[in-house]
Structure formats: C-alpha cells, structure tokens
C-alpha cells in the first residue's frame, strides 16, 4: 500500500474523480484510468465513495426544493462493483486548497470541503475556510451560505459572521450575515451561537429554530417546524417561497438575486402579505403577480420594476 499521500490529500483527489466524471462522462478509458487509481491505495476507494456521497447529498438538497426533473443519473461502472452518481449539480465546484469561495449576484453555489462537509453559498457571498487539525473555521464576510456538517468531534465546525459564532460538530444549518449580527436557521442537528464577548450567553439551537443574534441584545428564538426552514432554505434551488411574508421583505430577497432591481413606489403596500412560488431570477412575474393580487400598477424598465407607480408600461 503506497502510503506517501496524506487522508486530506487522497480527499481532494477523490472530489477531483467525482467532478471530472460528472463533468466528462465515463468512458472505457476513465473507468480504466480510475481503476488503476483506487487501486494504488486502499485508502482512495473510500474516499471516492464518501465524495460521491457528498456530492450527491448536496445536489439531493438542492432537488428537494428544485421538484423539477434538473437532474440525471449516470453509473459508474467500477471493477468490484457499481456506484451512482448524482449528476447535475451545476454550478458545484471542489476546493482544492482554496480558502476563499464567492458568488455574484444571482449566483447560487455548492461546493465540497475536503473534511467530507458541504456548503451551498446564496448570492452576494464571500466565504473563507480554514480546516485546521483541531478546529475547522468558516468565516462569513457578507451573505448567506448553508453547511452540511460531517461529524469529527475532534474538529469542532464553527462559522463566524462579525462577531457572532456558531458552533457544530455534525448538523446542517444557514447562517446569512446582518449588518449588526447575523440570522442563524438549523434545519438539522444541534448547534450553538454566541457573539465574542458574551459566551455566557450561549445558546443552544435544534432543527426547526430560526435566531437572529445581534449586536447590543439577547439572543432571538423563533421556533419553526423543520418544513418552514427548509422552505426559507428554497434558494439553494434558485426559488423564492413566500408564505406571509411581507411585500417589503419578499423585495429585499428578489433584489438580492438579481441587478434589475424591485422598486416600492408606495410604502403603505409594504406590510402587505404575500404567498405564492417564484422563480428568483424572474422578478418581472413576481411583479406582476403583486400588481395583480393587489390592483396596483406595474412599470417595466430596463434596470428596474416599480410596483405601485402610477401607470404600466
């Protein structure tokens, strides 16, 4: 057995088999290449499994909300027996040593960490990522992102967002950066959260609660069932689902998907309630819905939708 390879290393090798074969296919050729690859070490035919797995556990999440045929599957066809692959999580890139992650506006992300763990960073994000040999460390700079955390009770996973800290060991959670703090949602899993100089008020979250941890005041519980979360998590398959949330509040998140901006004309309509499913990078459907539901004007411009203006184009 060679030996000269680190764990981490055979991980990132493994991530890179899993992409190039969603991204290329698997030929006669590949398969052989990669035959001969596993078989080098008896270290790399797991690591090859738990990136497939990942892989596939990302992309499955993402389909939850999708509910439309996006994805395909393809066999790997490997001496010694078959492994699926889910295939089509576009848009998904690996780290290979990389500590910085990013997204534009619009652009939503998944991507593998070499520890087993997965992210999916929302639009407008900047991520960095520190995997140490005692601590793994995400640093949220601005925006959104989901982790799905694989479980290494030596290594703690902890996400700083300014000064707010969340802290998990195996779990899956979003946390999205406030001006003054952060919003932390756990949709699996226990973590904690605190803010650095106020660690006697950590504070234990389970799946199906939802916390905003600010600046100058206490922690904020809402408890929610797990379904709301996972509604809330609908743009990790570039959706918007409202369900009475308020007309200025479903704005402000099609404005963070897309550079043709939502204006609100009248803010005596900002309070309204809405419900409904919307694609995130269609804001014009969304409002026109709104100029229908509500019998007010629309106006279409090249660089932005005024809801409540005086007359639509």
Not at 173 to 179: A, I
Request: hydrophobic share 45%; with cysteine; proline share 2%.
């Amino acid at each position: 057995m060679i030996q000269t390879e680190s764990a981490d290393q055979i991980d990132v090798a493994a991530f890179a088999w899993v992409a190039r074969l969603d991204r290329c296919g698997a030929d006669a050729a590949v398969l052989t290449e990669l035959e001969a690859w596993l078989a080098q070490d008896d270290r790399r035919r797991g690591a090859f499994l738990r990136a497939q797995a990942i892989w596939g556990k990302l992309d499955r999440a993402s389909q939850a909300e999708r509910g439309r045929g996006a994805r395909t599957d393809r066999r790997l066809a490997l001496a010694g027996g078959a492994a699926a692959l889910a295939a089509g999580a576009a848009g998904f890139w690996v780290t290979q040593r990389e500590p910085l992650y990013t997204t534009t506006i619009g652009e939503v992300r998944r991507a593998a960490l070499a520890d087993g763990s997965g992210m999916v960073l929302n639009a407008a994000t900047r991520v960095h990522v520190a995997l140490g040999a005692h601590e793994r460390r995400v640093r949220l700079a601005q925006g959104e992102a989901w982790f799905q955390v694989a479980k290494d009770p030596a290594r703690p996973f902890v996400v700083e967002a300014g000064r707010v800290r969340v802290r998990a060991v195996g779990t899956a959670f979003s946390v999205r950066r406030l001006s003054h703090g952060a919003e932390v949602m756990v949709s699996e899993g226990i973590v904690e959260a605190w803010l650095v100089g106020e660690e006697e008020a950590r504070t234990r979250l389970v799946a199906g609660q939802r916390a905003r941890v600010l600046e100058g005041g206490p922690i904020l519980i809402e408890a929610q069932a797990v379904s709301a979360i996972e509604r809330k998590l609908a743009w990790r398959s570039e959706k918007i689902e409202l369900d009475g949330e308020t007309l200025g509040e479903a704005i402000a998140e099609f404005n963070r998907f897309n550079r043709r901006q939502v204006i609100l004309a009248d803010n005596s309509l900002a309070g309204r309630r809405l419900y409904g499913v919307f694609r995130a990078d269609d804001p014009e459907s969304f409002a026109r819905s709104v100029a229908l539901s509500l019998g007010v004007d629309v106006a279409f411009e090249p660089d932005r939708i005024t809801i409540g203006a005086s007359q639509s184009l």
